[in-house]
T-cell receptor, first 116, second 110 residues
Framework: EAAVTQSPRSKVAVTGGKVTLSCHQTNNHDYMYWYRQDTGHGLRLIHYSYVADSTEKGDIPDGYKASRPSQENFSLILELASLSQTAVYFC???????????????FGEGSRLIVV | GQQVQQSPTSLVLQEGENAELQCNFSTSLNSMQWFYQRPGGSLISVFYNPSGTKQSGRLTSTTVIKERRSSLHISSSQITDSGTYLCAMVPGTGGYKVVFGSGTRLLVSP
């Protein structure tokens, strides 16, 4: 069974503080993603990575950094947390896109971040 | 503009009624997928359906690439179907980004 685990599952952070969200996958997948979800909205891509030691900007990268130290681990870093970054964050992994097999995504349980 | 438009935004059904959820794409697509999400929960893949029609139990997904649309049909809805359904696509322009729609919130009442 494919598995993506996130930590912490919830966190309250102070404005201006540093927050690190961690993601670990045991799927042996090359691709990993960080999304945020806001109430009433779909998921928006923050950063993604298709190989260790390399990350790519998604659609809303401002205010976020990402780190992919190994194939299994992918972190999202908020250097200076702001109120607008209060959201639920999801990590996902997928296999490389090959023909019709595509990018079936496997998601973690989400990390609820509240910035006060 | 938004690449993925989902409709309706929300839907309320009585148990036993059918539901039709739609996704329209503003660009060509390489593949698409339907997800189900419980309130406060993770996302679970319902269908990976880049083209054609797939059925699993009471759920049927149809993707028509040329028309840039996909639908999810739920027959004989049950209370446990309640939640949010999101569609996601990989644009045909290449790359590895998966783009999501805003979702359809489904509430099935007794």
């Amino acid at each position: 069974e494919a598995a993506v685990t996130q930590s912490p599952r919830s966190k309250v952070a102070v404005t201006g503080g540093k927050v690190t969200l961690s993601c670990h996958q045991t799927n042996n997948h090359d691709y990993m993603y960080w999304y945020r979800q806001d109430t009433g909205h779909g998921l928006r891509l923050i950063h993604y990575s298709y190989v260790a030691d390399s990350t790519e900007k998604g659609d809303i990268p401002d205010g976020y950094k990402a780190s992919r130290p190994s194939q299994e681990n992918f972190s999202l870093i908020l250097e200076l947390a702001s109120l607008s970054q209060t959201a639920v964050y999801f990590c996902a992994s997928s296999e490389p896109r090959t023909g019709l097999s595509g990018n079936t995504l496997y998601f973690g349980e989400g990390s609820r971040l509240i910035v006060v | 503009g938004q690449q993925v438009q989902q409709s309706p935004t929300s839907l309320v059904l009585q148990e036993g009624e059918n539901a039709e959820l739609q996704c329209n794409f503003s660009t060509s697509l390489n593949s698409m997928q339907w997800f189900y999400q419980r309130p406060g929960g993770s996302l679970i893949s319902v269908f990976y359906n880049p083209s054609g029609t797939k059925q699993s139990g009471r759920l049927t997904s149809t993707t028509v690439i040329k028309e840039r649309r996909s639908s999810l049909h739920i027959s004989s809805s049950q209370i446990t179907d309640s939640g949010t359904y999101l569609c996601a696509m990989v644009p045909g322009t290449g790359g590895y980004k998966v783009v999501f729609g805003s979702g359809t919130r489904l509430l099935v009442s007794p």
